[in-house]
């Protein structure tokens, strides 16, 4: 759901979302079924020539299931980003679906621009799936390019993708029908897999939904099992795109559910989470019910977003992962904790790899302030490869799992001050498996109040607004001598705003005030450096700025 030269969401026609839910829980109901899946012809299974399809499920040549845990990055618009594919994978993901152009649009990527983005997915061990971005919206934005004129570009790409079955999936075009007249999706989508297969293509295929991606009128829940029936290797899965349209959990859970039960193959191939003006998509719940149903996901995306609430990396740099990222990578169902590399690159995800990591040592926890502290811990060890660490908050006989790592250490932040927490750490293997609990840490937080030496400036400005929101920034200076390291942000607003999303910072509000948290990546304020939090609200008709801030119960100035 991008716009022409940017990442910018796009939202279905105001008009058309009313009822949504109707429409999701009433309209679709029924559109397939478990009687859909006897339906399927009876055709050979391809040759399990690298990812394939079998029984609803995306495998490897070697039978192992392969769900997909990633991003999408925005190669297209930001060629020179050549980082980004090492920096994805440095969080844990084990796929990247990379926005390509075919020349409708935007510049065209050639075959030599291709084979070396495929050479760097596999020297990060990533499975690629690269798409075709013009054809976004089609029917309804008249600069979007054709299926068939992608498909034709994916043709003159043969050679380069030729013996890459193992590591590439071809998704045929980005979003490939708006709102009007969906129905349109169909055939169009249909002729072009033939074309490919026609072609001499054995690549998993992957196919959009219409809706800018978001099929909230159910053509592709409709005509999947036609689509899927036409294609003769049986290789194809479908892709949704989830954002304000599934801003419920029944909408999440009944079209995934949908495709699950009809035994046809789903991931969601892009999905939002921050609140925008079109709705709050709920992230958690299509985390959560993908992690239950072993469907695979593509968080939207790494950087460069025109709007940057949906950068899950700020102006490309890992060291600074926005709310949104910290989310995706940290978070629970995220990233780091569910993800699986692939077994063709000689890693884990191996089934017959039952051993558990040794426990973590025991970690000591450094940087405590009112409300963050780092924690760092012996690595374990594995028989394979250590993927990852779970932390977890212990209290009496409960568990609650409050972060996650790639590597021996963690920043906690939007803890309470003056409260004592108990930390424990597990190991996990890329084969899934998990240690024993380390021992336990015992912290507690500091009290908020002034701190000596410290001085402050905040400046606060509107980045944009639209009926009933907004999108702000803060920026916080550091104006004493010595570093920041752990602080707490304080001001009100004057006329009900509120805060629905926030990035650089964690938000916590009652009634008109709003204590803000850093993120791992701003909780050090280096002497005159300053910070960026950024965040979107609700508003009315005013939208008065805070006048009076403090950080750790100092008293700021204003900029």
Excluded at 73 to 89: C, M, N, R, V
Excluded at 274 to 291: K, S, V, Y
Excluded at 359 to 374: K, L, N, W
Excluded at 501 to 526: C, F, K, L
Aim: aromatic letters at 8%; one cysteine or more; charged letters at 15%.
């Amino acid at each position: 759901m991008r716009s022409a030269t940017s990442t910018a969401r796009k939202s279905p026609l105001r008009a058309l979302l009313k009822g949504l839910a109707t429409l999701l829980g009433i309209v679709l109901l029924g559109a397939l079924g478990p009687a859909a899946a006897q339906a399927r012809p009876a055709q050979a299974e391809a040759a399990a020539t690298g990812l394939h399809i079998s029984d609803g499920r995306l495998l490897e040549a070697n039978g192992n299931d392969f769900v997909m845990r990633g991003v999408n990055h925005a190669h297209t618009w930001y060629p020179g980003e050549t980082q980004s594919l090492a920096d994805i994978k440095a969080f844990g993901a084990n796929t990247v679906r990379v926005v390509l152009s075919d020349g409708h649009r935007w510049t065209r990527n050639g075959p030599e621009e291709v084979a070396g983005i495929i050479a760097d997915c596999r020297t990060n061990r990533l499975i690629c799936v690269l798409e075709v971005h013009d054809t976004t919206g089609y029917g309804e934005d008249a600069a979007a390019g054709t299926l068939d004129h992608a498909a034709d570009y994916w043709i003159s790409l043969k050679d380069v993708l030729a013996g890459q079955e193992d590591y590439v999936i071809v998704n045929i075009g980005n979003e490939p029908w708006g709102n009007t007249d969906p129905a349109g999706w169909t055939a169009p989508t249909t002729a072009a897999v033939q074309k490919l297969r026609g072609a001499g293509f054995a690549h998993t295929i992957m196919v959009d939904a219409p809706n800018w991606g978001q099929d909230w009128q159910g053509v592709m829940r409709a005509n999947a099992q036609a689509v899927y029936d036409a294609d003769t290797t049986g290789n194809l899965i479908f892709s949704i795109h989830m954002y304000s349209v599934y801003n419920t959990a029944q909408a999440v859970t009944d079209y995934l559910n949908a495709f699950v039960d009809a035994g046809l193959p789903l991931l969601i191939g892009e999905f939002g989470g921050p609140a925008d003006q079109w709705g709050d998509p709920d992230e958690d719940t299509m985390m959560a019910t993908a992690e239950q149903l072993d469907l695979g996901y593509l968080a939207w995306s790494w950087s460069g977003n025109t709007d940057p609430v949906l950068d899950l990396a700020i102006d490309f740099d890992p060291s600074r992962l926005s709310s949104w990222g910290e989310r995706i990578f940290h978070g629970a169902n995220g990233i780091a904790q569910t993800s699986r590399e692939a077994t063709v690159f000689g890693g884990g995800g191996n089934p017959d790899d039952t051993e558990a990591p040794t426990a973590p040592g025991t970690p000591a926890a450094s940087a405590v302030t009112a409300t963050s502290a780092t924690l760092t811990w012996p690595a374990a060890s594995d028989n394979v490869a250590i993927t990852g660490y779970d932390v977890v908050r212990v209290s009496g006989g409960t568990e609650t799992t409050v972060a996650s790592s790639t590597t021996s250490s963690v920043t906690l932040t939007g803890l309470t001050a003056d409260t004592a927490y108990t930390f424990a750490v597990y190991a996990r293997d890329a084969a899934g498996n998990r240690s024993a609990r380390s021992a336990t840490v015992s912290v507690t937080t500091d009290e908020s109040g002034p701190t000596p030496g410290v001085g402050c400036s905040v400046g606060y400005r509107v980045v944009g607004d639209w009926p009933g929101g907004f999108q702000g920034e803060i920026t916080i200076r550091n104006t004493g001598t010595t570093a920041i390291n752990g602080w707490n942000l304080g001001f009100a607003f004057a006329n009900g705003q509120t805060v629905s999303n926030m990035w650089g910072g964690t938000a916590t509000q009652s009634g008109a005030t709003v204590s803000v948290a850093p993120a791992g990546y701003t909780a050090t304020i280096a002497a005159n450096g300053t910070v960026t939090v950024g965040f979107t609200g609700t508003k009315g008709s005013a939208n008065t700025a805070p006048t009076a801030f403090t950080l750790s119960g100092n008293t700021c100035t204003t900029a």
